[in-house]
Structures are given as structure tokens and as C-alpha cells.
């Protein structure tokens, strides 16, 4: 048997500890991305997985966060800490936007209308060049500082803190609010949203907050890729940025929060080991593509199922099976 | 998984076998993804060059060796995690690339690592980079010139054609259309305004999104109401140069065709076909008709069954310049000292022109002694240099559709 | 008499050509016991869907509860004027716990407070007998017995006015059936107003004061329990349809 | 004024022919399986190259006759064994929606690496049916173009007698409607699933045969046709075959108008929008019947 808090608690000292063991910026960088991806991925999993909402269209708020990072750090001069929050902010609002016409519909629909708005985003980044600077982006964005101190010049280590610290304090804002009545809530109206509404739990306004709450982190997360990187790209918006995201989200296990954002670091992890075999070329994308197809075949939980699993094994067997009506 | 990929980053960065000094290369280039075409070019370029060197022995008692690394769909996370890949490897000491990204935005990561780049990428965007504080990015060196001529570099020759009886046009009415990228649309601007200024009436503009179009009939409508004497197409991708091709083609005015740098790309020829002949392109990196381009291309032909494109020429180039450079003597790991050596290559022919580095800017210098501005009919699924006179390979003539 | 509360008069709903509930006037009072029976298809659940608004509304016909009326009000309002319902089948939010399914029934009890709404969901689930070792697990993982005593705890919550059961019986065994017979009479003795809808004739003929027959969305019947069984109308539309299967379970 | 005209009409009816094709097909599976199929894009991609392979081997000569059939064989299997390794055992769970987005995304991952590894990165064109093009009045089309506009009713007629008129028709016809009613009366739901995949897969198909004569391939030609085709099955209305083959010939003509009104650079963003909007006030499409939310 495994002690859970142990084991997280571990994993976070872990975490703290390893920039200092592994020198070097290469898998610092690695661990920053998947950090990054890891909020994205898990602030997702609160609208699609907790709440049951088809959003398609969560990559608008991260691209949203990068371009307003970058617009406002190279045509504003606002400083980069400063982005951050405001990215979330300008994420949120996006969300509060695009809630109105797709909580009135439901199901594949709502896929279709999330879907839309984000290629929406894309057209208008790519169309006001003066702005957003087409399609060749924005460069050149300050990246962070502390009075002298550069963080584009210290081998990655202060944005490896950054972003440990900044996507373990979303990810566990969203474990709370996932836990908090609203997350119950949100998780009730997926459940079975007819009894839902005969409990007197309005859906649309739940899933508006959730919405609007998920795309904070996801804000956050733009704002410090496009300062981490120095630079705002069209790609963000692209579909196989969606596509990365999502694997992360169903590998990790929906609903789960935390599975999708240890997926996320997992997946990075993969997809980079892949590349030590340049003669792979395009057949490594095709092996991601197998390998996620068998997750979703054989571990219909991801990975949260798998270590719920593990660490109730011995909780199980101790005798909680249910009674069944004869 | 994270302790595999450790360790094999580990067992990447390991010392080459004792008996036998490594210089190794990195090589940027979007292997998979929808710029692939360009990926092979860019790998396969440099391969050539590196097979070539190493069967001659090495240089300098090194043997070159290659390590790519996939910029996949060109964004930032993936040339991020390629350029990351690269400089945490310890044999790696060079790096070079046709283009990585749209933005050329790597560059400050490799100046920082203090990493001698070699790029041939869209130079506006480098220059925006660089030449604000060029000392700065030491390491730093565009194969590719500054762009500038593009803007006020064509105007005059097809002026000086009809002047010379080459060319008669009707009118002196001029339609421009373009993709919205950088590259592309500062080209379109920047003719436009050189065309306006030397008294041309414009009669359509338009502006495509960047990427795939399957339709220029709207355009080339807008062009048919009041027929122009010269259209000119900035936007840069082949395919879309081929399907313009043969849209105009299909009832065409008595204009001249100008289409920016695709007609330049063997694919685009071997796509249009004859179709092609009459129109005129220009490229300010691009592979000229001279001796050193034949062998290349012969060479690279056998090896690899197609043709040479600019950017297989331009990684065989640069791998030259870097084999000549520890032929000097210099040390390879010396980073600093390759990297200066780069910018202090002079008047060296190549097949793309010849090669001397501003230091205000770390781009080639252009101009017809130097990287030209090369203006090119197809003629019978052929390139046929017009301009710079130097190296021109043949005449202008009448295309196809126009009435003689 | 006790007051009505519930007032439907002229209500129907098409299905494309297919009326379901066509031109139902009934009232419910207060206090009372109201049984509602019908073979398969007879609209049954269907009124209670529009009564409720849950999925739909009705097409036609006028809905009071408490003299308020509910025709234009969305589903969640509804449940909070206290009009609340249970369903006949996807009895629970199947990944939350037995508690806080309950707990979702707080929704309708206005602004209290945290500790208030865990002492109100830990009275109904006593009101409504379900074992205290069992509310943490899973509501998914429990027997239908159990789901159907949650969903009616989540319902007692909010102290509603009206209580809406569609049919409760169905998937229980004989002794489950008793103690949810037990279970209503008890609620009812405390002043809760009960809709229920019931295949289960017994159940029904035990427990309410007024029986309702619906056939073809028209109501064949309605008055006295024991008068309205021996309706002949009542007796052919059972035995030629349904009256066979009326113990499903 | 007149020949701005007629060239809106021939794109509009080149476009709206292709994008019928392409629309059909996905109508065809959200109906029979209620999955969308983001893969359907590459399945075109993957005929156009399966043509190109057999033209390659067998000559181009013989590609007008059996290399068609052909190539449209392979595209069934491929279709149907797409059904069966990525959707199949994911049937009937809770999250299939979601998962099934998932496995199809994945499987448009899969097909368009393994077009790039197979065929390589580089632009190609399969060789026009029939080469060059007709000028008849105002008229200036690519003979290539013009099959495309007078196949594509073919096709589609003979898929409307196909699902009207045939046993195997009617039974995919039952399935959409309602699944377990078709079980009950004994039609084999989940062979209905593998013919319906496998139709599907043809008819894209056939569309990236017939699209590759006039443009190029590349082994993302397919991503582009999809976002036209998902727009135009909004419009139609999800689960409607006959409205989505209505609503590709109103966006082919309304795209063919907008590139002439607005230009290209705003008309997919004018689409996108205008796609919204129909969401929004109408989501069962301007042709689907009044049965939203069917999830």
C-alpha cells in the first residue's frame, strides 16, 4: 500500500530538487514546457471532464494569454510579472464572451461552436498583422526580471521555478475548486443534468463560472509561454496544439484535474525521447498516435485510473464492495 | 520515461570515440510537419556536403558529422525544444538551418548559448533581430542578404527591357497581389511604391491569407476588367504559384506575370510543366546558372534522385564554408573563433552568389557583385537568368500568351 | 377542503403528430396523496415532464403551483419554488458520493450556510433510512433500493410543497417495496404533499388518497382509488394492455 | 460585370460539388454512428495518394478506368478498418463522444504522418482525367473541373437511391434513426457502422481523386476541406444527408460570392461566423428537421 500524501509530497520535493541535480538548460526546458502544458491540459479537464462541457475551443484562452502577453510587453512596454495576471484576466473575459451563445446548446454542437471560435481567434491574429504581426509573429518579448537579475540568462533555472510554482499553484487551485461544492456541482450536472435541474442547480450559470474560471490558469499559462519563449506565434492556435492538449487530458483521465497534468509532463517526456531518433521523422507521430489510441482502448480512466488503482488496492479489498438489489 | 529520456540525452552528449576527432553540426529543420518539403532540402543539403568532405578524408583531422534536430510544425515550443536539443549536446558546435521558425525568433536563444548559427531564413526578420545591437549576437550569420532590393530592384528591369525593345507593354498599368506573411508583403509594399513612383497606374490590389489558395479567379477577374500590362504575385509557396499559373492560363490578359520566388522551386517547375513558360520570377537567394551550382546539383541529383532546390544549395554551402573554416586551423569547440571566421569570409563564390558578411547587420551583402537579386524567366520547364547580366544564361522573350 | 396547490388545466403535448398528454385538467391539494396510473405510454411520465418543464414545457394549457404560474419559469426555478421531482430511471449523479448527492438537493433551500446544509442533508437521509456507513461511497456502487432513497433524500432537502414520484416501485423487490410504501405513508402523516406515479397498483392503492388513470394521454379517470379500480373503462384499458406486467420487477 | 457573373457560378458550383462529396460522407457517419469524424479531411488525402500510387504502378492511361474503382476499394477498407480498430471498441461508452473525438483526431495524426513517410513531403498531382480546358461563351473552365461539377450529382444520386432504394440503404437509414429499435428488428447495427465508415471513406475519397487533378497534394490537403465540410454540415444540420448535400452547393456559391465581394482574406472568417450564427438561432441546421440537443 501507498500513503498518498506521502507520495505526493515526495513527488513535489522532487521536483524541487531536480534543476539542481540535473545541470544543464535542456531538461530544465523540458520540465518548463511541460508545466506550462500541464496547466492548460488540467484547467481544460475542469470544463470538458468536471463539468462535462464540450469546450473545443480552450486553446483560444491560451493563445489569447500569449498575444496579450506580447502585444503588451512590446507595444505597451508593461512589464512581463505584470502580464501575467492580465493575460488571466483577458482569458477570463474571452470566456465570459464566447459562454453566450454556447451554453444555450449542447452536446457535439457545443463542440462545433467552441471549435469555430478558436479558428475564429486565428483569423483575427493572423489578419491584424500590425498588431499581432501575422503570420510571423511577435518577437523579441522581454523575457523576466529581478532587478538585475536575467532570467533569459541563468540556464532556465529561475523559469523552471516559475513555472513549478506557478502550475503547481493553479493546478492546486483547481483541485480546490474541484472539490468545492461548485466542483461537485459542476460534476452533478455532467452526471445527469435532468436531475440537476430538478434540484434546483442551474446549469448555464455553472457552467459559465466553470468556464470563466478555467480559462484564468489557461491565461496565466499563454502570458508566461509567450515570455518564457520571447515570442508570440500563430502555431499556438493551431490544431495540433489542441490535439497535444487533449491527449494530455484523456491520457491523463478526464475529470481527474491532476492525471491530466502529470499526463502533460509524461507526454512531453515521450514525445522528446521520440526525438532522439532522428530516422524516426514522421513515424514518431504516428507511434504517439498508437500509443494514445491504446491508453484510451485499455485504460478507459488514463492514467488517474491507474493510480486510483494503485493506491486503493488495499482499500478495496477490505471488504467496501456494495450491495447489490438482489 | 524521464530517466530514459535522460539517459539517452546522456548517452547523445557522450564524447565521440577516442580514435577519431568529431566536429558534429546541427542541423534545424522541420523534418515532419507541413513544411517538410523544405526539411528534406535543408538535411539533405548538408548531408551531401558532409558524405562529400568525409570520403575526401576530413577536414583538419576531423570527420563532420550530423545532428538533426525537428522543428516540426515551426512553432515555438517545438523549435524551442529542437534548439534546447541541440545545444545540450556537447559535441554540437555549429549549428545551421534554411529556416527554423517564421520569426527567426531561436536566434537570441543560440546567441545566448553563445552558439555560432548559420541561418538562410527570412533576413527581415533576422535584421529586426540583429541590427539593432549587432555585437550583441556575435555568433549570429544570415546566409540570406538583406531584402531591400526586392522593393526597388525590379521595376527598373522591366522598365530598362521595354526600353532596350525586349519587352513592348500595352500600358502602363500595374496589378499586385499578395499572401499576408512578412516576407511577401513587404515586397508588395515596397513595389507598389516603387511602381507609384515611376508614374505606374495600379489597378488591382489585393491581399490573400498566408497559407493554401485554390482560387485566384477572383483576382484575376478584378485584373481582367481594366487588363494590366505587368501582375505581380508576392506570395512565395509553389503550389499556390502553380495553381495561379495555370488560373491565368486559363483566359489570360496580354500582362506580363511576375510571381516572387516560387518559379524558382524545381517542384514548381516540374508541376507546371511547359505551362510555366513566359513567366518571370526573381529570388535574392537562389541558385544561380553557374559552374559550382552544376556540379552540386549533379551530385546531389545522384544521390538523392531530384534536383538541388535553394535551400539544398544554400546547408551545402554553408557545411563548406564551415569545412574551410577548420581547414584554417580554427578549433571547432572554440566557438567565438568559428563564429568570427564566418563573418570574415570574403568574396567567396557559391551557387547562390558570392558571399561577404555586413557586420552592421550579420546578413550577406547584397547587390549584383555580391548576393544578386536574380531575375529569371521559365522557359520550357527551365530557369533562364535574365539579370544580373553577369551570370545571365540567356534573353528575355515573348511568353506564350502575349501577342508578338 | 385543503387548498390546491397544484393547479393544471388543458395541458398537451404533441410529438409531431403524436399527442402525448392531451387536454389533462387536474388539481392537487394540499396534505394529499395523489396517485397517478396508466399503462406504458399513456403519458404518465410525460405530464410530470411538463409539469416540471423537465426536459420540456408544454404546448398548450395553464400550470399554478401555490397560485404562481409556472408555465414560462425554466426548470431550476421551478424545483426551487419547491415543486420537486424524482425519475424513474438515472436515479443518481452516479460519481458522487451518497452524501453529497443529497447535498445537491441544497440547492433549493435558499442562502444558508455550509454547516446548515450538511445538517439538513444528514436529517433526510435519516427521514428516509439509509445506512450512515454508506454515505461516503460512491453512488454509482449502490443498490437501486439505495438510489432511490438518495434521490428522494435530496428531494426531502429542501422541504419541498410538493413532492413529484415517478414510479419509485419500479426495480425494487417486494420487501424493498413495502419499505418505500412505509416511507411515504410517514412523509405524508408529516404534512408532505406526494404526486406519485405507479405501475404498482398495490403500492398505490396503499398509499393514496385520490388515484388518476391516464390512457392515451387523455385522463380516463380520476377520483376515489377504490371507485376508479373498479372503473370499467380503467379495467379494459389494464387488462387489454398492461395489467399483466404490472409487478415488473 | 457578365463574366464576373458566370465565374461566380462555376466556382461556386466546382466548390459546392466538391465540398458535397465531402459533406455527405460526414453527415452520413454522425447519422449511422452519432460520432463526428475529424478524420473524414485525410481520408480524402489518403484517395488522392492511393490514386496517385496506382497511376504511378499501373500507367496513367488506365487510370479513368478500373485504377478509379480501385482506388475507391482500398478507400472502403481503409474506412471500415478505421471503423473497426478506433471507433468500435469504443462503442457505447459513457464518454464516447468525447473519446471517439480523440481516437479520430488520433487516427488524422496516424494517416497524415503515414502519407508523409510513405510519399514524402513533396508536392504532387495526379494527372488530369482529361487535360486542358473549355471556353464556351463566358464560360472558362478546367475540363477537370467540369467533371467534378457533372460526377458529383451522379454520385450523390446514386448515393441517395443507394440509402433510399436498397435493403443495405434502408438498414443504415434505420440505424441513424434509431438504433435499437434496428437491432430489434434484426438489421446488423454494427456491420451498418463498418458500411457506413467505409461509404464515407469512398466518397472523400473519391473527392481528393478528383480535387488532385487541379490542385496539388500534400499530405495536409485534407485539413482544409474538413473545416469546409464541418461548416457545411452545420448548415445542413448534423444528421441530415440530404441537407448537407443541399447546404455544400449554398456554401460553394456563397464562398465563390464572397471571394469576389470580400475577398479571400476574409471569407473563411465570414464563414466561420456566419456558421456561428446558425448555431446559434437555428441548430438543427437551415434543411435539418427541429430535433436539437439529440445528446
Redesign the interface.
Known sequence: MINRPLAIAAALLLLLLLPLVLQGPYIRHLFILAFLFAIVAASWDLTLGLTGLFNFGHIAFFGLGVYTAGILTTQAGVDPWLVIPIAGIVAALAAFVVAAPTLRLRGIYVVLVTFAFSQLCLQVVMSQGDLTGGAGGIVRVPSLRISDYNFARDQRLGYYYVSLVLSLACIAALVAIARSPLGKTARAVRDNPEYAAARGIDQMRIRLTMLVISAIPTGIAGALYCIYFRVAAPEVFSFSTSTLILTMLLVGGAGSIVGPAVAAVGIVMISEYLEQFPDLKATKHMLLAVGIILVLRFFPGGLAQISANLFARSAKTVGATPERAP | MLTMALSSAALAAMPALAQEKIARIGILAPISGGAAADGQDTQQGATLAVEEINAAGGVNGYKLEIAVADTRDLGPAAVTSAVERLLSDEGVNMVMTGYASASNFEIEAMAEAGMPYFLAGNSAQTAEIVAEAPDDFPTIWSFAPSYDLYETGIMPVIERWQSEKKLTLANKKIAFITSDNPYSKSIYEGMMEDAKARGWEITATEVVPFGEINDWRAFLSKTRQDPPAVIVNTDYLPGNAATFTSQFLENPTQSLVFIQYAPTVPEYLELTKEKATGIITSTMVGVLPNERAAATNKAYKARYGIDASTYAQALYEMVYIYRDILAAGVDPTDRLAVAKAIGEVKDRVTALGIVSFDPKTHLTVAGDDFMPLQIFQVWDGKRVLLSPARWADGELQTAPWLKK | MAAILLDVGHVTKRFGAFVAVNDVTFDVREGEVLGIAGPNGSGKSTLFNILTGIPFGRDAGEIHFRGQSVGRLKPFEIARLGLVRTFQKDSDFKTLSAFENVMMGTWCCGPISASQKRDLASAALDKVGFALERIHLTAGDLSVFDRKRLMIASALVSSPHLLMLDEPASGLTKPEIDALRDLLLELNASGLTIVVIEHVLPLLMAVAQRLIVLNEGRILSQGDPQAVVRDERVISAYLGGQASHAHAS | MA??IV?ILV?GLV?GSLYALMASGLSMV?TTLGI?NFAHGVSMTVGAYVAYEIAQRLGPDLWVGYSILLALVVMAAVGAAFEY??IR??YG?D?M???T???T??????L???V??IW????K?LEPLIPG?I?YGLV???RQELIIVLVAPVILLALFLVLNHTQIGRAIRAVGQNQKSAQLIGIPVTRMFLVSFGLAAALAGLAGMLLAGV??M????G??PL?KA?IVV?FGG?GSIGGSIGAAYVIGFLEAIL??TV????T??ML??L??LV??FR?QGLFGAKN????
Do not use: C, H, K
Not at chain 4, 263 to 266: A, D, E, K, L, T
Not at chain 4, 292 to 295: V, Y
Open positions: 463574366d464576373i465565374s466556382s466548390l454522425w463526428f480498430l478506433l471498441p469504443f461508452r464518454d463522444v468525447l473519446v473525438i480523440m481516437t483526431l488520433a487516427g488524422l495524426t496516424f497524415e504522418n503515414g508523409l513517410t514524402g513531403p513533396r508536392l498531382q480546358n471556353s472558362n473552365i478546367s490542385r496539388l500534400t499530405p495536409t490537403m485539413a482544409d473545416m464541418l452545420i448534423l471571394i469576389f475577398g479571400i482574406y476574409w473563411p472568417s466561420f461566423l456558421m456561428v448555431l446559434l441548430p436539437p440537443s439529440s445528446l
